[in-house]
């Protein structure tokens, strides 16, 4: 039987010019705010030990490219911005703004206030954005605040979004403030938004906006709230996105349901104990492979940290609709040689080790830790020479159908991208592929593209 070999959808690492024949340009036809349809009777919206870490981040950013709908395009638009003011009622502190009370604890003003809703025109057509570097101009151009920090959510809305129409399809660009979701919330915002643009009279699964459940303590955080000034003087250019993002390059690899079974196959070889799972043996490759490719000495150090939903985990567990933020960095260290040294199974049992080792006991103590102290993430916190994974194949992102198709790419902005950052997403065919999109420096870059045995050719 053949073996089969890992697709690298984009092998130039930014957008071919020579290709595309000129530079995009996106017009931007219209700025609006969208409130909720509906007043909410909530003053305020708390923020806890698992959201206020992320003040230093930027919004996190998606992109989402669909077929072009049989209806024009203001028509559409049109039923997008319906369709959002009613789930904003439902998700009203996403239509608010950052706040400190009288006490100076960091919440949300849920007053209503509205998001941005920016719809604009491309000469772009789908083909040439599908696999784009997300740091190239056009890409930033097709998706709000880019560079922008969290703590800019004090005058900025909570969510940015751009519609934008190509020649054959729609863009749709939201980011939205990382201090108040992640991104299993994320999704569940946008799967309630599609599912009213549908022409649902409810959602599915309406939010839990009760932040006690998951940590009731208040935390009064040592910041100095921005100001306009300050934003349009360069604020936004902290925590290192604005320096590091540009010297990224960001390629997406494929892995079908075949190679991901290989690779489950070779992490469980000679396995006597609990078997690894598909995400820990890919992991283990993941960490093989971006290792390998930096070049380290064997004594280097070198951390695998990922981002873990907490929700099942905490005791009690929280309920599935729970909206905020519910996850915490776990982190695998070992040594550049000693990784590298054994097979994928010796990466895939430290992996299900930090994972299993982080129940509700561990989830406990380290919010008690960061009360007592609270620190204020910044890059650097994912650890030397890294492998950061966030998000994940299991959130439907491809089922996010507003009325005319589902989309046909998913994508992560370059916001909140470092070297060795890794978005997860389920490939488009779904039945277990995984698409991984991957933000490295360029030169490592360039190795791992030609890592026969990450490529799984050899």
Same mark, same amino acid.
């Given at each position: ?7 690298? +959808? ?9 290709? +595309? ?14 409130? @909720?349809?509906?007043?909410? *009777?909530?003053?305020?919206? #708390? ?8 003040? %230093? ?17 203001g028509s559409m638009v049109e039923s997008l911005k ?24 960091? &919440? ?14 491309? !000469? ?8 784009? $570097?997300?740091?190239? !101009? /056009? ?12 703590? #800019? ?11 934008? &129409?190509?020649? !054959? ?11 108040? +979701? $992640? ?42 709230? @921005?100001t306009q000034e300050s934003y349009a003087n360069g604020t936004k250019s902290a925590n290192?996105?604005? %320096? ?13 349901? &075949? ?40 004594? !280097?150090? %070198? ?29 695998? +260290? %070992? ?7 054994? *097979? ?61 198709? &589902? ?26 592929? /995984? *698409? ?23």
């Amino acid at each position: 039987m053949a073996q089969e070999s890992l697709q690298l +959808v984009r092998p130039n690492g930014v957008c071919d010019q020579e290709k +595309v024949g000129h530079a995009h340009m996106i017009t931007v036809l219209k700025k609006s705010c969208v409130c @909720p349809a509906e007043p909410s *009777d909530q003053k305020y919206c #708390d923020l806890v030990t698992f959201d206020l870490p992320y003040v %230093t981040f930027h919004y996190n950013q998606k992109i989402l490219l669909y077929p072009s709908p049989s209806q024009g395009f203001g028509s559409m638009v049109e039923s997008l911005k319906k369709s959002l003011s009613e789930a904003l009622v439902h998700f009203y502190p996403l239509a608010g703004r950052l706040c400190l009370d009288e006490e100076g604890i960091l &919440k949300v003003d849920c007053n209503d206030a509205g998001v941005d809703f920016i719809e604009a025109s491309s !000469d772009a057509v789908l083909s040439d954005l599908k696999d784009c $570097d997300s740091s190239s !101009d /056009v890409m930033q151009d097709l998706i709000p605040y880019v560079d922008t920090l969290n703590s #800019d959510g004090f005058f900025l809305p909570m969510v940015g979004i751009q519609v934008t &129409k190509l020649i !054959d399809g729609i863009v749709i660009g939201i980011a939205i403030n990382h201090l108040i +979701v $992640d991104g299993y919330s994320t999704w569940q915002f946008m799967s309630s938004w599609a599912e009213l643009c549908r022409g649902s009279s409810g959602i599915s699964l309406p939010p839990s906006h009760d932040r006690a459940l998951a940590r009731n303590t208040k935390v009064k955080l040592n910041i100095n709230p @921005p100001t306009q000034e300050s934003y349009a003087n360069g604020t936004k250019s902290a925590n290192g996105s604005k %320096t590091a993002e540009h010297h990224l390059r960001s390629t997406i690899f494929h892995f079908s349901k &075949k190679m991901i079974g290989e690779i489950k196959t070779r992490a469980n070889k000679n396995r006597e104990g609990k078997p690894f799972s598909c995400f820990q043996a890919l992991g283990a490759h993941l960490w093989h492979g971006v290792t390998r490719a930096r070049n380290l000495a064997p004594e !280097d150090i %070198t951390v695998f940290t990922l981002f873990i939903d907490c929700r099942a985990r905490v005791d009690p567990p929280l309920p599935r609709n729970y909206f905020g933020n519910a996850i915490q960095g776990i982190y695998g +260290v %070992t040594a550049v040689g000693l990784l590298l040294s054994n *097979d994928l199974s010796f990466a895939a049992n430290l992996l299900q080790q930090v994972i299993d080792s982080h129940g509700a006991k561990a989830i406990k103590k380290r919010n008690e830790e960061w009360e007592q102290n609270p620190k204020l993430y910044g890059f650097s916190d994912a650890g030397i020479n890294c492998v950061t994974v966030g998000s994940s194949p299991r959130f439907e992102v491809y089922e996010n159908d507003f009325g005319w198709a &589902k989309p046909v790419r998913v994508r992560s902005g370059c916001n909140n991208k470092f070297d060795g950052m890794v978005y997860l997403y389920p490939g488009q065919e779904g039945g277990g592929s /995984v *698409d991984v999109e991957i933000a490295l420096l360029p030169q490592t870059m360039d190795w791992l593209e030609t890592d026969t045995e990450f490529l799984l050719t050899n």
